[in-house]
Each structure stands twice: as C-alpha cells, then as structure tokens.
C-alpha cells in the first residue's frame, strides 16, 4: 500500500507543480503534513542540498522522500512517479501541439499557464523564507523578539549585497551557495 500511496502522491505533485522543483514546495510542504516520510525541517534540508546539487529539486526530495518511507524500492517508485507525468504530457504536448500551435485558445492556455507557475514559485519562495528566516511559533508563544531568525537574515543581507556587487555579478552561482553552505556550517546556522 505504501508504494501505491507514494506514486499517487507524487504523480499529482510531477503532474500539478507547473513551473519547475521550486513549484513542487507547496506540494512537499503539504505531504510533510499528512505522511511521515519527513518534517518540515528535513524539507527545508532537502531544499538545500537539492538546491546545492545537480538534479532538479523535486526529484531529489521525491527520492529522499520514497528512501525514508519505502526504502530503494520505495525512492525508485517516487522518483519514477514524479517524472512520469511530464514525460507523458510531452509526448502528448508534442503530438498536437502542431497540428494546434496557431489556436487561439491553445495560446491562451500557454499564457495563462505563466502567472500560475510565477504564483507556485512565489509560494515556494515564501515557505522558505518563512522556514529559515522566520519563528512563526515563537510568536504565537509571545517570545516576540525570537520571531526574526537574525543570523539567517544577516547571511541572506550579506549574500544579496554581495551578489550584487558589480564585479561579482558575472560569478557563477555555484560560488555563492558555496559560501553560504560554508557560512552556515562554521556558524552552525
């Protein structure tokens, strides 16, 4: 049963998160809540090192996800499973688009397709920023002054300065998520 639940979580996920592994989030995020297979925290992890390796985001929290719950079984059937509808939406995207490309609701359909994947993103990108700069609990607790995870926001201050820097703009992002993985490693953030 658990092989059939992690395919059909992950097919829906590979299936609706249009836009891209940031889209997937809102869909993790939400798995995180009914299923054990991993916290909040451990997405936040696998966000991380996803976003610090090769691979897309979504296949490596679906792997990581079907190892916790199934085993190599189980991250083979997650992996499989989130890849699977795409795949089928490209062949059958790619048979008619031809023979349709010049519809006008077919056009309309593509770009009405941009502000749901921008939306997805955005909700992605707030999840994270929520999780890693933000204590939402320590504000519903009353500890006001805990609710802005300062050094968190200092590194991302720093890194969004930096990166802007003329001469360093031309750097490979790959140098500035080092520094950030070594930043929080030697401060333990």
């Not at 869909?27 to 995180?32: E, K, N, R, T």
């Not at 790619?94 to 994947?117: I, K, Q």
């Not at 933000?134 to 995870?149: E, M, P």
Request: some cysteine.
């Amino acid at each position: 049963m658990i092989y059939l639940t992690l395919f059909w979580e992950f097919f829906k996920t590979g299936l609706f998160a249009v836009g891209g592994g940031l889209a997937a989030i809102p869909f993790l995020s939400d798995m995180a809540d009914r299923y054990p297979w991993f916290t909040h925290a451990e997405l936040t992890d696998m966000i991380a090192v996803s976003e610090s390796t090769p691979g897309p985001i979504g296949i490596n929290c679906a792997t990581y996800a079907g190892y916790n719950a199934a085993g190599v079984p189980g991250a083979l059937v997650a992996s499989f499973s989130i890849v699977l509808p795409s795949f089928m939406l490209i062949l059958a995207i790619a048979s008619a688009l031809e023979r349709y490309r010049a519809n006008l609701f077919v056009s309309s359909a593509f770009n009405g397709l941009r502000p749901a994947a921008t939306g997805l993103i955005a909700a992605a990108a707030w999840s994270v920023i929520a999780i890693v700069l933000f204590n939402f609990a320590a504000f519903a607790a009353g500890d006001i002054l805990s609710v802005i995870h300062v050094p968190g926001l200092i590194l991302f201050a720093v890194l969004l300065l930096v990166s802007n820097i003329k001469p360093m703009k031309g750097w490979h992002p790959v140098v500035f998520i080092a520094a950030a993985a070594a930043v929080g490693i030697l401060f333990q953030l």
